[in-house]
């Protein structure tokens, strides 16, 4: 079956700096996939969605990339601000595409 | 605001008692799904509706689980005979079309049961 995975570890970087976060798949092709926020205690938030044959897809200092080669995409948070501090989720479909699927997210936390 | 709310915030139970959570998608909206998210996971699939029709569940889901959207509008998920390991939080989410659209979260609801 499909399968998701994220750092399990945190992340923490200094202020400033260019986070990167993994997000790998196995067993299946997604034809996009979607990266969400959450924050403690509240519903995970839509930040982006790239697909297949969108390498790299913008929004502000958000940029994520979807290398269907490697099955894997990558969320980059330039100029990161400790405000940017979250738990974030990679969701693609799954294989009928009827649905999303998370992963278990990676959290991270910006130093000022 | 007209996103997605869900009744109740917090909700502490005790073992062996059934409960039942609210939630209202985004008016509009088709889709409205179920997930339930423990510490340190994404949140996992329970269930999902389209309109009225429930369209998928989660294999992994006890025969104590049961959701219904009767008008296709705000749904219910109840489960019975709580045990320890149901707490968690319990998100709903919407999305308007087809199924895996983004989807609109609301702030989730937090069983703890004792």
């Known amino acids: 079956s499909q399968k998701i995975e994220q750092n399990s570890e945190a992340l923490n970087i200094q202020e400033g700096k260019t986070a990167t976060l993994t997000c790998n798949y196995t067993?299946?092709?997604?034809?996009?996939l979607q990266w969400y926020r959450q924050d403690p205690g509240r519903g995970p938030v839509f930040l982006l969605l790239i697909r297949e044959n969108e390498k790299e897809k913008r929004k502000e200092r958000l940029k994520v990339t979807f290398d269907t080669t490697l099955k894997q995409s990558l969320f980059h948070i330039t100029a990161s601000q400790p405000a940017d501090s979250a738990t974030y989720l990679c969701a693609p479909p799954d294989s009928s595409a009827s649905k999303i699927i998370f992963g278990s997210g990676t959290r991270l936390s910006i130093r000022p | 605001d007209t996103g997605v709310s869900q009744d109740p915030r917090h909700k502490i139970t005790k073992r062996g008692q059934n409960v039942t959570f609210r939630c209202d998608p985004i008016s509009e909206h088709n889709r409205l799904y179920w997930y339930r998210q423990t510490l340190g996971q994404g949140p996992e699939f329970l269930t999902y509706?389209?309109?009225?029709?429930?369209?998928?569940k989660s294999r992994l889901l006890s025969d104590r689980f049961s959701a219904e959207r009767p008008k296709g509008s705000f749904s219910t998920l109840e489960i019975q005979r709580t045990e320890q390991g149901d707490s968690a939080m319990y998100l709903c989410?919407?999305?308007?079309?087809?199924?895996?659209?983004?989807?609109?979260f609301g702030p989730g609801t937090r069983l703890t049961v004792l």
């Open positions: 989410a919407s999305s308007p079309d087809r199924g895996a659209d983004t989807q609109y």
């Open positions: 509706f389209q309109n009225e029709a429930q369209l998928e």
């Open positions: 067993n299946y092709s997604p034809a996009y």
